[in-house]
Each structure stands twice: as structure tokens, then as C-alpha cells.
């Protein structure tokens, strides 16, 4: 496969999860927005800070206002991680691969992105309610992804999809986590209120995990919600299980049987997984989570700056799109 084929279907891969973690995200915090009391100042800010882009939003915004927040994290085209940029982007993408994708795959992307572009021209963000536009973003890439699965052929190009696709997952779990633990709820004596529990309850929906962590964990703990979303290996949205399937994804390109490790990529994934699988959340926690996530991060953008080298800058001498995520 030509690199800048395997580029653009590994980007699209990231941007469709980018795009429904941002709905996902939105949704849910303007749910918890009419659960908090009414004294209690809106918490918008720490959603832009969960996507790494505080900097550029204080470069245009004066206040975190729920309008401005939900305009720059979903309609402005100046913000290059935006809902609406990163539709665009994965649609571009798809269309310059489109003999890779199946017909269903590509007419059900293209009326998203159509869907999103009407949106942006009908300001939804300045609805009194605009959950249902988040709630339609979420279904039809939740489809999207439905569609492949089924009709998509197990060959390169899909695995370098699913290596996007995971990555990008296992970078915003561990990002909303961070500003959950550290940001939302700075006081010590709201810990264990009914405040407290709202917002773990939040950061569960937040990657579609609440439901789930009730039926293993029960009652909702700090360093239960840490391990399942850090360490747990069979939630699908758990760093871990993301790191898994992404190293897994490398040993389908390249081949290998999985012992050992053929390039820099899959060394440093392997070692990264590796150390996840064996981490002890009191341990994490104790040792400071904050410092845990950060370096995940890093590392996370460390793998993906090794593919790129690795698979789309050495071949054809194509130079690939970087990553944009703070």
C-alpha cells in the first residue's frame, strides 16, 4: 500500500473518533449542566481543556459562555480539532482513498459532513437545547463505524484505520479523565458529595462507560473509575485495551507474529502496553495521576510521530498531516 493511501486512512480513523468524542463530550457536559444546582457556576472550561486547546480558545474568547465553548469546539473552522474540522478532514481523506472504501461507507460520511455544514449555517449552537444535533453526530459515526465492520475487507488499509481510531480513543480517555480528577472538582470537602458523585457519573458517560462500570465496580470509587478507564483490559475504551488493539493493528502491517517487535513503532507501543498491564492503580494514584496521564500523552504522541516516520514519510517521500492535538 502506498504510504499516502495508508496516511489517509489512518487520519481518517482518528478524525471520525475525534469528531465522536467531541459530540460524545458536549452532549454529555450540557447534560450535567441542568443536573447542578443552580448556584453552581457552568463548568465549560474544563472541556476545552480536556482537548488541549486552551491556548488557541483564549487567543479568540473572553469567557468559557456555553455558546462560545460549544461554537469553538464544534463549528469554528479556525480551531483545526473542531467537530466541523475534523468532519471535513475525514472526509477529504476518505475521498482521496475511495477505492478502499466500501460505497455505503463513503455516501454515509459524506451526509454526515453535509449534516454538520447545515448545522454550522443554522448557528444550532445558539439553540437553547442543541443535544439532538450532538445526539445525530454520535449515531451517524457510530454507523459509519457499523458499516465497516461489515463490509469492509481485513487488508492493510483497515488495520491502519483501527491504529487511527485507537490511538485517538486512548488520548481523549486519558485526557477527560486528567481534567476530571484535577480540574472539576478542586475542593477536598466535595469529595464523596452528591456533587462529587454527579460528576464521576459524567466522566463515565463521558466515554459511554457508566452503565458498564455499575455492573462490574457498583458503587462509583475514584480508584475504581481510574482502573477501569487507565487498566481495565476487556472495556473497549480503557487505555490499555485501546493500546492493545492499536500494537495489535502494527503486528497485522507489518506482519509480525507479534514476538518481538520489527520497528520503532511497535517497540515503543509494546513497551507502553506492557507497562499498563502491569501498573497497580494505588500505586498510579498514590504517585501522583496527574504525572501518570501526562506522560501516557507524550507517549501516546510519541507512537503516533514513529508511524509517521515509519510508514509515511520514508516511502514515496510523502510528507503526512501531523498531529494537531495539544
Known amino acids: 500500500m502506498l504510504s499516502r493511501v495508508a496516511n489517509s486512512i489512518y487520519w481518517l480513523g482518528r478524525y471520525l473518533e475525534r469528531a465522536e468524542n467531541y459530540a460524545r463530550f458536549i452532549d ?8 447542578l444546582p443552580g448556584d453552581l457556576k457552568e463548568q465549560w472550561e474544563p472541556l476545552v481543556m480536556a482537548t488541549g486547546d486552551k491556548d488557541l480558545f483564549q487567543a479568540t474568547n473572553k469567557s468559557y459562555d456555553m455558546q ?24 477529504e481523506n476518505a475521498r482521496m482513498v475511495r477505492e478502499n472504501l466500501s460505497k455505503e461507507t463513503w455516501e454515509k460520511l459524506n451526509e454526515s459532513y453535509h449534516f454538520v455544514k447545515k448545522a454550522s449555517e ?25 458499516l465497516a465492520d461489515s463490509t469492509v475487507a481485513r487488508t492493510e488499509g483497515w488495520y491502519f484505520r483501527q491504529l487511527g481510531q485507537y490511538l485517538e480513543r486512548a488520548d481523549k480517555t486519558s485526557r477527560i479523565l486528567d ?32 452503565n458498564t462500570y ?30 492493545k488493539e492499536a500494537e495489535q493493528s ?26 499498563l498491564e502491569f501498573d497497580d492503580v494505588n500505586d498510579i494514584i498514590a504517585t501522583g495521576l496527574h504525572e501518570y496521564l501526562e506522560h501516557l500523552q507524550v507517549k501516546i504522541n510519541h507512537i ?22 495539544g
Open 28 to 35: 454529555v457536559n450540557f447534560n450535567l449542566m441542568l443536573d
Open 68 to 91: 462560545e465553548v460549544i461554537y469553538f469546539l464544534a463549528f469554528s473552522e479556525e480551531n483545526p480539532n473542531s467537530l466541523i474540522s475534523s468532519i471535513s478532514k475525514a472526509r
Open 122 to 146: 443554522t448557528k444550532t449552537w445558539k439553540k437553547e437545547d442543541p443535544r439532538s444535533f450532538f445526539e445525530s453526530v454520535k449515531s451517524q459515526i457510530l454507523l459509519l463505524y457499523g
Open 179 to 210: 481534567v476530571k480528577y484535577h480540574i472539576l472538582l478542586p475542593s477536598p470537602k466535595e469529595v464523596g458529595s452528591p456533587l462529587d458523585f454527579l460528576h464521576w457519573m459524567a466522566l463515565l458517560k463521558s466515554v459511554t462507560a457508566f
Open 214 to 243: 455499575r455492573r462490574l465496580y457498583g458503587n462509583i470509587d475514584p480508584s475504581g473509575v481510574v482502573e477501569f478507564l487507565v487498566l481495565n483490559k476487556y472495556f473497549p475504551r480503557s487505555v490499555f485495551f485501546c493500546l
Open 250 to 275: 502494527l503486528f497485522k502491517i507489518s506482519g509480525s507474529n507479534g514476538d518481538g517487535y520489527s520497528n520503532r513503532a511497535e517497540k515503543s507501543i509494546g513497551e507502553l502496553r506492557s507497562k
Open 304 to 325: 503516533s510521530n514513529q508511524i509517521n516516520d515509519n510508514y509515511f514519510q520514508i516511502k514515496d517521500n510523502f510528507v503526512s498531516q501531523t498531529m494537531e492535538q
